[in-house]
């Protein structure tokens, strides 16, 4: 497929796997790089933890690497090594999600990789920083997400502490290894200085969570705990409605009065009469407005809120994304033709008036690409 992105003519090694790293070169991929999927002769494991028109071929696999170039190495061996050396030479970005110790003993550390190339890009996708005294635990998305404080803060939310039905913490430390890299490609654009770039899973998601929940914590003396009130409130949750639930934030001062005006609450007084003094009682805010919801049709509803411009939404299934009138009216489905069928996948959702992306192409089977890509370094 041909590469149409403003990331055409860069070429990615990738030695990422399982989702934090194939979801950032997934993007890449998406954006016209080529990249070089590089899997022991095993495979990526996400080849096999979902459901999938044939074996290793699953959909966590096949969305998350889709349009790239697959090459089976044995970096154990000397000649996969030399392969993946040859590859080095000729790419602009190098990135890989083993830990530090296992990607040195292979010798493709930094310096090494530098040596043989000293313009590239070359991205490391930790579970922890180096700096830290935590750096060699093993890390998936589900401990990162206790470690940062979010199942502490979902705890907060429901009453029990949790994890959150998707898995954040690799999807967000993806798309911030993602642009860590291009923050680095646009500063080899400029100097012509390659670098190292480092991104730690449990420092993004620390980052990630204390936006808003580092409230009063930050400040010294603290004037408060760490915790965002309005986002940890137990009533915040979607309104249950006379048939469904609805999801609506009836938030700042415009919408609140207009709220007020239209619907008539009995419990709408001056206590909340300001964003600033509904913000001290949130909770109690949210409690109310629960009571109020339950009293009319989610359709109602939102025909309602949608004329007074307040932000509403049904609650939607998963499975309804495919069908979202929205989504499909602005094509942001792509449907792929592959050896086993055509896929629909979700496409890019950032937009290029110049170099729009677009699904690179269907996902590899394991080492599909490896005589093609060998056969351009004149390897056998």
Request: charged share 20%; with cysteine; proline share 7%.
């Amino acid at each position: 497929m041909e590469h149409t992105g403003p990331l055409s003519g860069v070429r990615v090694v990738d030695l990422t796997a399982m989702v934090m790293g194939p979801y950032c070169t997934q993007i890449m991929a998406d954006m016209g790089a080529d990249v070089i999927k590089i899997e022991p002769p095993a495979g990526d494991n996400t080849r096999y933890i979902s459901a999938g028109p044939e074996p290793g071929m699953a959909g966590v696999f096949v969305n998350a690497n889709r349009g790239k170039r697959s090459v089976v190495l044995d970096l154990r061996d000397g000649d996969g090594k030399r392969a993946l050396r040859g590859l080095i030479e000729g790419a602009d970005v190098f990135i890989h999600s083993m830990r530090a110790k296992a990607i040195a003993r292979l010798g493709f550390g930094y310096d090494d990789v530098a040596s043989v190339n000293p313009s590239i890009v070359y991205t490391n996708c930790y579970g922890y920083g180096r700096r830290g005294p935590d750096a060699d635990l093993t890390a998936y998305d589900d401990t990162i997400q206790a470690e940062c404080g979010l199942t502490y803060a979902q705890g907060r939310l429901t009453g029990e502490t949790g994890y959150v039905a998707t898995i954040m913490a690799d999807k967000v430390a993806g798309m911030t290894a993602l642009y860590a890299t291009m923050m680095a490609l646009f500063h080899r654009e400029r100097t012509g200085e390659g670098q190292e770039v480092e991104v730690a899973m449990f420092e993004t998601m620390a980052a990630f969570m204390l936006v808003e929940h580092a409230n009063g914590a930050m400040f010294s003396p603290p004037l408060g705990t760490a915790a965002y009130p309005r986002a940890v409130a137990p009533n915040r949750r979607p309104y249950r409605t006379k048939d469904g639930h609805i999801a609506a934030l009836v938030y700042n001062d415009k919408q609140w009065t207009a709220f007020v005006e239209a619907v008539r609450p009995p419990w709408a007084d001056e206590r909340f009469a300001t964003l600033e003094l509904r913000s001290r009682e949130i909770d109690t805010v949210y409690g109310l407005l629960g009571e109020t919801f339950a009293q009319r049709t989610t359709g109602e509803w939102l025909a309602l809120l949608r004329s007074l411009d307040i932000p509403a939404a049904p609650v939607r299934t998963l499975d309804e994304l495919f069908d979202n009138p929205h989504l499909n009216e602005a094509g942001f489905f792509e449907t792929v033709d592959s050896p086993n069928g055509p896929v629909r996948f979700p496409g890019p959702p950032a937009w290029f008036s110049r170099t729009p992306g677009r699904v690179a192409g269907p996902a590899p089977r394991l080492g599909a690409h490896t005589e093609d890509v060998l056969g351009e370094l004149n390897i056998t």
